[in-house]
């Protein structure tokens, strides 16, 4: 399982960069722990009240997403080996050679070497000399499709011909291989609340990592998350936005892979029993005009499908002024 680094994260707050607070790293820590939380028989509650819920949803959400693509699926090389082999000849690719580096490719015929497949890529114009590289299964993740795009081979190309690599993401996915978010669209998590809310707090809001004091790489927490609503018909997705004013439809219920976030009191007492079985966290503003009935609600299910499995709290001290209320439900 690839690790993730401690992140470093900074801010804008009237034209100056600003370390986010301890209590950021802790939300993505409640995303984390779900990602090998099993959810089989029951499934991980936890309801987080805090003075204010601004960007405790979110950043829950990036500790599942992150947490996510380090547990790839060891057979995704295999499949996605054998996808490549469909492809037409001539196809456009993008051919990640390392981290960090990005060429355009074409697919060419696939050879057999040895008794050993190749996809092959070219990534020079016959002009150019027609440079084309040999890919093993082993290295099929390095060649993903270019979804809605087309192009003409340069005769030359440097490793980082097409700005794709994301110095922002590389950081937040430590050794994780960022392709791993660009494979294909699935929802590992959901996040239910405010539409505006969300979208400002993770599209809008510029982030960056400094190293040494100095800016490091820029970003927004969508270019992690990929969120459903707000990306362009070319990205593949990674999470779901559902709007307090939409009902989730029954193939978006139960495409949620790993869990549920829901932002605020109202989204939750609306949709909460809409996924049975998958691990919900649930953020509570103390100011919500309806947190007395959410936290009733928490309770009832605390009292009734509490089973007893050991220490089910996230790892870390929580936010100050915050209560937290963790604990493993039974799966009807």
Not at 120 to 127: D, F, L, Y
Not at 137 to 160: F, T
């Amino acid at each position: 399982m690839g690790s993730t680094k401690p992140f470093v994260l900074h801010f804008e707050d009237s034209g100056k960069w600003s370390s986010l607070p301890e209590w950021a790293e802790y939300f993505i820590s409640v995303g984390r722990q779900l990602a090998t939380a099993p959810q089989q028989e029951s499934r991980l509650v936890t309801a987080i009240i805090v003075p204010t819920r601004a960007y405790g949803a979110a950043f829950v959400s990036v500790g599942m997403v992150i947490s996510e693509a380090s547990l790839r699926d060891p057979d995704s090389q295999a499949s996605h080996f054998e996808r490549l082999f469909e492809l037409v000849p001539g196809t456009p690719v993008v051919f990640r050679p390392g981290k960090g580096k990005a060429l355009k490719g074409l697919i060419q015929m696939p050879e057999e070497l040895d008794g050993k497949l190749w996809i092959r890529v070219q990534v020079h114009s016959a002009a150019g000399g027609g440079l084309t590289h040999f890919v093993d299964e082993s290295r099929a993740l390095q060649v993903q499709p270019a979804r809605g795009v087309g192009w003409k081979l340069p005769k030359k190309q440097r490793k980082d011909s097409i700005r794709t690599a994301n110095r922002f993401v590389d950081s937040l996915l430590g050794e994780t291989d960022p392709v791993q978010l660009g494979l294909q669209s699935k929802i590992v998590c959901a996040l239910v609340g405010r539409r505006n809310t969300l979208e400002q707090e993770i599209r809008k809001t510029p982030l960056s990592i400094h190293v040494n004091g100095t800016m490091y790489a820029e970003g927004q927490l969508q270019d992690v998350l990929r969120v459903n609503r707000f990306i362009n018909p070319q990205q593949s997705h990674r999470s779901a936005l559902v709007p307090l004013g939409s009902e989730p439809s029954s193939d978006l219920i139960s495409s949620v892979e790993m869990g549920v976030v829901f932002d605020g009191a109202i989204g939750f007492l609306k949709w909460g029993a809409a996924w049975r079985t998958r691990h919900q966290v649930i953020v509570l503003d103390r100011t919500d005009p309806y947190f007395d009935d959410a936290i009733s609600s928490v309770n009832a299910r605390f009292s009734q499908n509490r089973i007893d499995d050991g220490c089910v709290m996230p790892e870390g001290d929580a936010p100050p002024g915050s209560e937290i209320l963790a604990f493993r439900e039974a799966i009807e």
